[in-house]
């Protein structure tokens, strides 16, 4: 029976020192198809382990329908990882931040009345445990202690960083240690010593999570690890995008360096991202640290494999790096190959948002009263008599609301600027579309509620009467011919096989975009990103089909496929 234990100084492989050297690779923001190609390329940079979380509300946005098959098949990813010969790590939260929608916890779980989201409350534990239950049904029996190859389970992610529940975190080690799992238990924090403090347990193994400063952090760590090995489980070699600024880069050479650091010192590793992948859909998160920020749909992350599965210079960098201290694989993927290049003309198919259908309530309901998990809410009210412009006033707009008065546009609001008031003329019907932009995944903000919060005034009397109209994104239809303002926009395009392809959005205003019914994400004319990246997978040799659903504005009906990826300009 091979083991996997913590001696005094070292991770230890069958009693043997070992090193960790792992890389972060998420099932869910990467096609099935491609998971053994990342997984293989991840092992040519010289890693012997991959790391995952596991996203929660990927499994089960809805309460009760769990599902572990097709992309959510955490046993298969883990078999492919086994069969390149590979440890795994695996982090099953609950929450897991990942800059993934709600931190990976489902909607109908933070949205339970009285729910205490990470704690000790009896509403969250008992969900908590039957999630960790089917989890770990899955892990069990792949533990390295029984003929497979996961060595570590960490207990939450980064918990001292949100909250210190002792009681929480030693009932999520009951519950892991009842479902079978034997191999080591970990933590991770970033080296503060309030945050190791607070996010541990005697018994649990803390490891860091950083990015630079390698051996100061490292000092810091052993403080409050005094004995067993060091590990950063989170080394930053990149970082994450959000609408309305850079492209976020790091030096490959500094961060090659800081990797060097880690190594000589005997530390094991975990590089996050190894390989980001895209937030496919409408999966992206968002922070809100006084200034609302969605994340961009792809998660490129700057990671020494890019988002098309494709070696960078900071492959090369780590892998050389990692040669000094593990044997690496001698054959090394090659660069990406253009994509090919083509313009496909579209055919408006006219305005798309559909009737309002919903029920009346005299507030507008949430997103979560709904029990709607798409991206879209149009909202409708009757307008008093009234002359002149009155001040239309919002309680909170999350997150972004188109305002229309008889069908006629009238202004747009922003909560990333705080927006939440406009001045509306008269007329007899007011409709407004709310766009979610993306869950917060961080911080206090999980779980917030969605769509137009609180009351609507005008001219500080409440609006009330209102219809709440969900709309599926996925199948809206054109109501008639144009391709101008808002509209669903429909090309078809011929491959000779199935190929990786980069859309270029520039010619669009905002809104979401399909290949052959495959959600790609969501495309905005505001920085850095500005094509998005389609999957192999998702294309076929023969005829395929591009839809574009458009919430603002179309320059030009056509689709352009592009080379090579363009996500913003880049930190100076």
Known sequence: MTTFTIGETDFLLDGRPHQVISGTLHYFRIHPEHWADRIRTAKAMGLNTIETYVAWNAHEPVKGEWDATGWNDLGRFLDLIAAEGLHAIVRPGPYICAEWHNGGLPVWLTSTPGIGIRRSEPQYLAAVTAYLE??????APRQIDRGGNV??????NEYGAYGSDKDYLRE???????????????????PMPWMLENGSLPGLHLTGSFGSRSEERLATLREHQPTGPLMCSEFWDGWFDWWGSIHHTTDPAASAHDLDVLLAAGASVNIYMVHGGTNFGTTNGANDKGRFDPIVTSYDYDAPIDESGHPTAKFHAFREVIAKYAPVPSDVPPARPQAP??????????????????????DPATFE?????GPLVRYDVDLPSFSGAAAL????????AWVHVDGVFVGRLSRTLHERALALPAGARLTVLVEDQGRVNYADRLGEAKGLIGAVTLNGSPLTGWTATPIDVASAVGTG???VGRALLRGAFDLDAPA????DTTGWGKGFAFVNGFFLGRYWKNVPQSTLYVPGPATRAGANEIVVLELEHVVEPAARFVAAPSLGQIEE
């Open 172 to 190: 999520l080690v009951r519950v892991t240690k009842d479902a079978g799992i034997t191999v080591p238990l970990t933590t991770v924090d970033q």
């Open 369 to 373: 009263a709904l029990g709607h998990l």
């Open 341 to 362: 290049v083509f313009e496909v003309a579209l055919s408006g198919e006219g305005d798309w948002m559909p009737a309002s259908t919903g029920s009346v309530s005299d």
């Open 134 to 139: 089917r989890v770990y049904e899955i892990v």
């Open 500 to 503: 990786d392809l980069f859309l």
């Open 151 to 156: 060595v570590l389970v960490q207990i939450e």
């Open 393 to 400: 006033v919002f309680g909170e707009v999350r997150d972004l």
């Open 481 to 483: 011919e144009g391709a």
